[in-house]
């Protein structure tokens, strides 16, 4: 029975059964062609014979194994890689059928190679999950054709792998590996010029070209005989805490992920920035309740444990209850602190109404408010009206656009920060306020 369920037969042995098939029915009409075409049909199904003991005399012919990371990034191309082996002393032609996890919608993850007698082969692809959970894969099926290309047997590896998909620690990383090499620039992070000096004095020594001729300090330069500059440090432990709208709002998909796995992803990488600044990080996710609160620390499993809250974090579907959010904040943040709140705003009133609650706590608290621009509505405008439908949908773009602005705009005027931002540029963008805010001295 298990011969059955993993034989299978190629084109080429249709294609041969079709023509002895056909010379059968010419020799209906022509008997002397008879004999002729059974030892055809003998050849035939010798060769079929031959094509099968080969593929059934060894046992465990292929080997196959699929490997990757013990948890995905979501958002972020993941590497997958299928190791082959073949064992037959033949070269082999193989077809490789993947039975991704549901969430990726795909059908069609299929590979065609062959591989040289007792020879090792490598596939690799890349999978984009767009949804944070435990992603379950199928078997790894190999079809491998007999060296007469009439049968083919297939093989099953890996049946039932589960893999969670975590926010994107890839996208983390890749972060570090730029800030290691001197290159962030390359990801739209700009060098902040420090204005003035921070609060805290680390030492005092010697003048160096390029050293700020105001730091001189001519006490000690006297007791020295040599020029003698004072020298200062970026305040260190202040608070950071990223503040995560839950609410039905952010729900709006783009690019295939959705507003909140945009900031929950945002949030991972600034946490990992300002703990390396030497800063506390710290996390609170909220919608019509307050979801999970993470007090803001500097130790050295900070951050896993915010890897771990993002994880299981989803969208409520409700109204989001701002003043439930401030009375949190002031219960549970005495000092001051940066809060990065990740919402969105499509419109004026809609964000009016919560004003009040945003500048109560910019009395306390430095805030920096996060939303997103619509994306659709500005390709809408760059696109060329062509009639008078176009004309009336770039005029409705056009309102929604300037609500957008306007929402920045009275922010501004209520003295608290706000960045308006594409969701792909949302990290470099929170990125940058967070070192401008350090290298201002706001904090």
């Not at 202040?238 to 995560?244: D, F, K, T």
């Not at 309102?399 to 990290?427: C, M, N, W």
């Amino acid at each position: 029975m298990s011969l059955i369920r993993s034989l299978y037969f190629t084109k080429y042995f249709f294609y041969a059964a079709a023509g002895v098939v056909g010379l059968f029915v010419l020799a209906f009409f022509f008997p002397a062609f008879l004999f002729l075409v059974k030892i055809l049909f003998g050849v035939w199904v010798l060769f079929a014979l031959l094509d099968l003991v080969a593929l059934y005399r060894h046992r465990a012919g292929i080997g196959a194994s699929r490997s990757m990371q013990e948890k995905l990034s979501n958002g972020s191309e993941n590497p997958v890689f299928l190791y082959l082996e073949n064992r037959y002393p033949f070269a082999v032609r193989l077809e490789v059928l993947e039975e991704l996890p549901f969430q990726f919608q795909k059908r069609d993850a299929s590979f065609k190679v062959q591989v040289p007698a007792a020879e090792t082969h490598v596939i690799e692809y890349q999978l984009r999950p767009v949804q944070r959970g435990v992603y379950s894969f199928g078997a790894t099926n190999v079809l491998v054709n007999g060296p007469l290309q009439l049968l083919r047997r297939r093989y099953r590896f890996g049946q039932g792998q589960e893999v969670p998909v975590y926010p994107s620690f890839l996208q983390m990383r890749q972060y570090e590996l730029l800030a290691a090499t001197q290159h962030l620039s390359a990801m739209g992070i700009k060098k902040m010029r420090k204005v003035g000096h921070s609060a805290e004095f680390e030492q005092i020594r010697p003048y160096v070209a390029g050293d700020d001729q105001r730091t001189l300090n001519w006490k000690a330069t006297a007791r020295k005989a040599e020029l003698m500059v004072n020298h200062y440090q970026e305040e260190k432990s202040q608070q950071v805490y990223c503040l995560i709208d839950k609410g039905r709002v952010m729900e709006m998909p783009f690019n295939g992920l959705s507003l909140l796995d945009y900031a929950i992803n945002a949030t991972l990488v600034l946490s990992n920035v300002a703990l390396r600044k030497e800063d506390k990080a710290g996390v609170i996710t909220f919608s019509d309740q307050i979801g999970s609160v993470l007090p803001a620390e500097r130790r050295a499993s900070q951050l896993q444990k915010i890897l771990e809250l993002l994880y299981n974090q989803t969208t409520k579907f409700q109204e989001t209850d701002f003043q439930r959010l401030y009375v949190t904040v002031r219960a549970k943040i005495k000092q001051r602190s940066l809060l990065l709140l990740f919402t969105n705003f499509e419109t004026l009133n809609g964000a009016k109404r919560q004003l009040p609650y945003l500048r109560r706590l910019a009395k306390h608290h430095l805030v920096l408010v996060v939303f997103f621009e619509n994306t659709e509505t500005r390709e809408l405008l760059e696109k060329p009206a062509e009639n008078m439908e176009g004309v009336y949908l770039k005029a409705i773009a056009e309102k929604f656009a300037y609500e957008k602005r306007q929402i920045v705009k009275e922010f501004t005027a209520h003295g608290i920060h706000s960045v308006l931002t594409p969701p792909d540029k949302l990290t470099v963008n929170a990125i940058n306020k967070y070192l401008e805010f350090k290298a201002r001295g706001l904090l």
